[in-house]
């Protein structure tokens, strides 16, 4: 078996090492004997996403998102919304998950489109919203916790789409509402850095799973020794919790 991710941008949104993310898709796939190919996507690259098999779209700065911005309404809109209602498996993050919604709103009233394949939107903040973060996520029925780092100003809202999860510690989508993170099909959207699926392996073996059953048909993944990750990802848990 075989799965390409493909990385969204890598020269451009790569803020807070999220880069840790191809790495861990890659490796834990590979420690089952599951090949990868990782595939830079950037705004030379011609593709209609029918290649891919697990996509990822992290996070950058203002500047960096503009041009991203502009380049996937204006040439990937079509094919990623398709892609997406196709079931392809789509983790973004921060930035990127706001451009999958409907548009960001700056706090000088300029308004970023995105590609409106999520149906949310997002508006600047006075305030950056910076923590430790810790989430009750709840994904096909399974329920389990979830740690990262949160850096953003932000505020995302949904509308006819569901959470990710559940705020235990932190802000989340908005600081408002107790939400953080939205799921429409096989795609995932969050505020969680860190990188996430480094200290989330559950949540990283639900997205491989997701490619290979897409791909495949259903299949069991082969259990994995994810004790270091559970001391480190408890550790967190018990820190913050009691705050």
Same mark, same amino acid.
């Given at each position: 078996?075989?799965?390409?991710?493909?990385?969204?941008?890598?020269?451009?949104?790569?803020?807070?090492?999220?880069? @840790?993310?191809?790495?861990?898709?890659?490796?834990?796939?590979?420690?089952?004997?599951?090949?990868?190919?990782?595939?830079?996507?950037?705004?030379?690259?011609?593709?209609?996403?029918?290649?891919?098999?697990?996509?990822?779209?992290?996070?950058?700065?203002?500047?960096?998102?503009?041009?991203?911005?502009?380049?996937?309404?204006?040439?990937?809109?079509?094919?990623?919304?398709?892609?997406?209602?196709?079931?392809?498996?789509?983790?973004?993050?921060?930035?990127?998950?706001?451009?999958?919604?409907?548009?960001?709103?700056?706090?000088?009233?300029?308004?970023?489109?995105?590609?409106?394949?999520?149906?949310?939107?997002?508006?600047? @903040?006075?305030?950056?919203?910076?923590?430790?973060?810790?989430?009750?996520?709840?994904?096909?029925?399974?329920?389990?916790?979830?740690?990262?780092?949160?850096?953003?100003?932000?505020?995302?809202?949904?509308?006819?789409?569901?959470?990710?999860?559940?705020?235990?510690? @932190?802000?989340?989508?908005?600081?408002?509402?107790?939400?953080?993170?939205?799921?429409?099909?096989?795609?995932?959207?969050?505020?969680?850095?860190?990188?996430?699926?480094?200290?989330?392996?559950?949540?990283?073996?639900?997205?491989?799973?997701?490619?290979?059953?897409?791909?495949?048909?259903?299949?069991?993944?082969?259990?994995?020794?994810?004790?270091?990750?559970?001391?480190?990802?408890?550790?967190?848990?018990?820190?913050?919790?009691?705050?």
């Amino acid at each position: 078996m075989k799965l390409t991710i493909g990385h969204m941008y890598p020269d451009l949104l790569n803020l807070y090492g999220d880069r @840790g993310n191809i790495i861990t898709l890659k490796r834990r796939c590979e420690w089952r004997g599951i090949d990868t190919e990782i595939k830079s996507i950037t705004i030379d690259t011609n593709t209609d996403f029918t290649d891919i098999d697990i996509l990822f779209l992290g996070g950058g700065s203002d500047r960096e998102q503009k041009i991203v911005s502009d380049d996937l309404t204006l040439k990937r809109a079509k094919n990623l919304k398709s892609a997406i209602e196709d079931g392809l498996t789509l983790l973004s993050i921060c930035g990127g998950y706001q451009l999958l919604g409907k548009y960001y709103l700056s706090s000088d009233g300029n308004k970023l489109p995105g590609i409106g394949a999520l149906d949310i939107y997002t508006i600047a @903040g006075n305030k950056r919203m910076i923590d430790n973060i810790i989430i009750d996520a709840s994904i096909d029925g399974k329920t389990f916790k979830m740690v990262g780092f949160e850096n953003h100003s932000g505020k995302t809202f949904l509308q006819n789409v569901k959470p990710l999860g559940r705020v235990i510690y @932190g802000n989340g989508n908005n600081g408002e509402d107790g939400m953080e993170g939205t799921v429409y099909k096989n795609t995932f959207g969050t505020y969680l850095h860190g990188p996430v699926l480094p200290k989330n392996p559950e949540f990283t073996d639900m997205l491989i799973k997701k490619a290979l059953d897409r791909k495949y048909g259903k299949n069991q993944l082969e259990p994995l020794d994810d004790s270091f990750e559970h001391l480190t990802q408890n550790a967190i848990i018990k820190r913050f919790s009691k705050k």
